[in-house]
């Protein structure tokens, strides 16, 4: 089965700083798809960025972007120029590809807090 | 454009009681999940429908029950609730395979 671990439970940053959410995954598939949730306070799930496994090249969302290292099966988030709305849960998610019917495994959340 | 709905927001149920949770939603899409959000476990699968008809076992599917009525709702039954499942419950949707999961605004589940 594939897993899903994010070793950082809380981690902090200052507004306008940079900061690196770490995420690693375990699978024996070679087509999947990557994801990074955010959930604020309001509990609402909602998509920051999303990577193909067949692409090399890094998925980027205007402060938001990943270094997906394929071999090291690590998918990591940078948050550029950090703003207090960035602060929430963050969810790494994996989805495998072909007949898995979309269904997403989850790691366990990083709580991030924006200091201002 | 309403995406997926869910009723009720909050529920406090006595242990042993039975509810339903609803999840419907417009844009589409063939498949639909029940996923429940634990402190430090992230987000696990309850049961899924791959499409109108179908339903399957996720991760951690005791204690719960399905219906997928049409396409666009698809319902979770707890018949006898215990403690151990207050959690948050969510709901989500998929058009396909590889495009991202829509989430519902999530029900908060009480048992005492």
């Known amino acids: 089965a594939q897993t899903v671990t994010q070793s950082q439970p809380e981690m902090s940053v200052q507004e306008a700083e940079t900061v690196t959410l770490s995420c690693t995954y375990d699978t024996s598939e070679s087509d999947y798809y990557l994801f990074w949730y955010k959930q604020p306070p309001s509990r609402q799930m909602i998509l920051v960025i999303r990577?193909?496994?067949?692409?090399?090249q890094n998925a980027t969302e205007n402060r938001f972007s990943v270094n997906f290292q394929k071999a090291a099966k690590s998918f990591s988030l940078k948050i550029s120029d950090s703003q207090l709305g960035d602060a929430a849960m963050y969810f790494c998610?994996?989805?495998?590809?072909?007949?898995?019917?979309?269904?997403?495994?989850f790691g366990q959340g990083t709580i991030l807090t924006v200091h201002p | 454009n309403a995406g997926v709905t869910q009723t009720p927001k909050f529920q406090v149920l006595k242990t042993g009681q039975s509810m339903t949770l609803q999840c419907a939603q417009d844009m589409n899409h063939n498949s639909m999940y029940w996923y429940r959000q634990d402190p430090g476990m992230g987000l696990r699968l309850i049961y899924y429908s791959a499409s109108e008809g179908t339903t399957d076992k996720g991760e951690v599917p005791n204690g719960y029950n399905v219906s997928r009525l049409n396409k666009r709702e698809f319902s979770l039954r707890l018949e006898s609730a215990a403690p151990s499942q207050t959690s948050v419950y969510f709901c989500a949707s998929s058009e396909v395979t590889y495009s991202p999961l829509h989430f519902g605004n999530g029900t908060r589940l009480t048992v005492t």
């Open positions: 998610a994996y989805r495998a590809g072909g007949t898995s019917y979309g269904k997403l495994t």
């Open positions: 990577q193909e496994a067949y692409k090399q």
